[in-house]
């Protein structure tokens, strides 16, 4: 900011000693020459980079020079004609210096405002992939990274596991506890969830009380120990709700070779994640899936 303030200090005593160069010119060579045009190069210069002030006083400066230059090599027989003379040129030089200095400002304008528009769209495009409770990323948004990663196992022959996480006894909460504590105790959930996965893992809240994790190459040692650890942190996160009692329900499919479509693999997991419900709550169920296509199907309670 000092160095701006400094530069905008000089733009108007090197536009008044580029006036004065340009005075001096039209004095030594007469009026044969007229370098009317050179006149308006530093009024321009200053009213772009300078203040609305300094462009009214560079202009009132390059008249006073024009009318120097003038009187210097020009015998006018009445004061009129120097006296418009000089009103005309300071007027047609304020006039540029203003039109000058509201076009920089404009452009200066328009400029923060496209910078605003692309952040507000950013923004907008953020939320639009980001659940507004728990600022977890939301089904579009895992969606998309499904589709990527689907493509990215199909290239390179890695595996891909997916597990769907339902909350048990959500709606109590809610119902005798108020919604305010059912978002805050949401919150805690995906903090939960995400405390229990790698970095590279891609957590979403899909639904109500459901949420979906990618789990970005995980072995089949893992799956069950990882399931376990969703519904025990899970179901601590509803210790403040003891009449709720508050658990979890996980499903986990996991496939050696990608074969599914987005919507399959989710429907899949889905799918065992109730039937971890119906096995009683609080209940994790996953698949394995090998090749060529060797499913086990285990619940663990």
Same mark, same amino acid.
């Given at each position: 900011m000092a160095k701006t303030l400094k530069e905008r200090h000089l733009n108007l005593p090197i536009a008044a000693l580029a006036i004065f160069m340009i005075c001096l010119f039209d004095v030594l060579t007469g009026p044969e020459v007229a370098p009317s045009l050179f006149y308006l190069v530093p009024v321009i210069f200053c009213s772009w980079h300078g203040s609305r002030r300094d462009a009214l006083y560079v #202009? $009132? &400066?390059? #008249? @006073? $020079?024009? $009318? &120097? =230059?003038d009187i210097s090599t020009r015998n006018y027989v009445s004061l009129f004609p120097l006296v418009w003379n000089s009103a005309s040129r300071f007027l047609l030089f304020f006039a540029a210096a203003i039109m000058t200095h509201t076009l920089r400002r404009d452009r200066l304008e328009l400029k923060r405002t496209n910078k605003e528009l692309r952040n507000l769209m950013r923004a907008e495009a953020a @939320? =639009? +992939?980001t659940d507004s409770i728990t600022n977890l990323p939301n089904a579009r948004s895992l969606e998309e =990274? @499904? *589709? %990527? *990663?689907? #493509? %990215?196992? +199909? +290239?390179?022959?890695?595996?891909i596991c997916v597990a769907c996480i339902d909350l048990d006894n959500f709606k109590s909460i809610n119902d005798h506890y108020g919604h305010v504590a059912g978002d805050s105790l949401l919150r805690r959930v995906s903090e939960s969830i995400r405390d229990n996965i790698r970095a590279s893992d891609f957590p979403a809240r899909v639904g109500g009380d459901e949420f979906v994790v990618l789990l970005w190459e995980i072995s089949v040692a893992d799956v069950e120990e990882v399931g376990k650890r969703f519904v025990d942190s899970i179901t601590a996160c509803g210790r403040d709700f003891p009449n709720a009692k508050l658990g979890a329900s996980v499903g986990i499919v996991w496939l050696e070779r990608p074969g599914l479509e987005v919507s399959e693999l989710i429907r899949k997991a889905d799918d065992l994640m109730y039937q971890a419900k119906r096995n009683g709550k609080g209940q994790i169920a996953f698949e394995i899936v090998r090749s060529p296509q060797t499913v086990v199907t285990t619940a663990v309670s």
């Amino acid at each position: 900011m000092a160095k701006t303030l400094k530069e905008r200090h000089l733009n108007l005593p090197i536009a008044a000693l580029a006036i004065f160069m340009i005075c001096l010119f039209d004095v030594l060579t007469g009026p044969e020459v007229a370098p009317s045009l050179f006149y308006l190069v530093p009024v321009i210069f200053c009213s772009w980079h300078g203040s609305r002030r300094d462009a009214l006083y560079v #202009a $009132l &400066v390059a #008249a @006073l $020079l024009w $009318l &120097v =230059a003038d009187i210097s090599t020009r015998n006018y027989v009445s004061l009129f004609p120097l006296v418009w003379n000089s009103a005309s040129r300071f007027l047609l030089f304020f006039a540029a210096a203003i039109m000058t200095h509201t076009l920089r400002r404009d452009r200066l304008e328009l400029k923060r405002t496209n910078k605003e528009l692309r952040n507000l769209m950013r923004a907008e495009a953020a @939320l =639009a +992939r980001t659940d507004s409770i728990t600022n977890l990323p939301n089904a579009r948004s895992l969606e998309e =990274a @499904l *589709e %990527r *990663e689907i #493509a %990215r196992c +199909r +290239r390179t022959g890695k595996s891909i596991c997916v597990a769907c996480i339902d909350l048990d006894n959500f709606k109590s909460i809610n119902d005798h506890y108020g919604h305010v504590a059912g978002d805050s105790l949401l919150r805690r959930v995906s903090e939960s969830i995400r405390d229990n996965i790698r970095a590279s893992d891609f957590p979403a809240r899909v639904g109500g009380d459901e949420f979906v994790v990618l789990l970005w190459e995980i072995s089949v040692a893992d799956v069950e120990e990882v399931g376990k650890r969703f519904v025990d942190s899970i179901t601590a996160c509803g210790r403040d709700f003891p009449n709720a009692k508050l658990g979890a329900s996980v499903g986990i499919v996991w496939l050696e070779r990608p074969g599914l479509e987005v919507s399959e693999l989710i429907r899949k997991a889905d799918d065992l994640m109730y039937q971890a419900k119906r096995n009683g709550k609080g209940q994790i169920a996953f698949e394995i899936v090998r090749s060529p296509q060797t499913v086990v199907t285990t619940a663990v309670s």
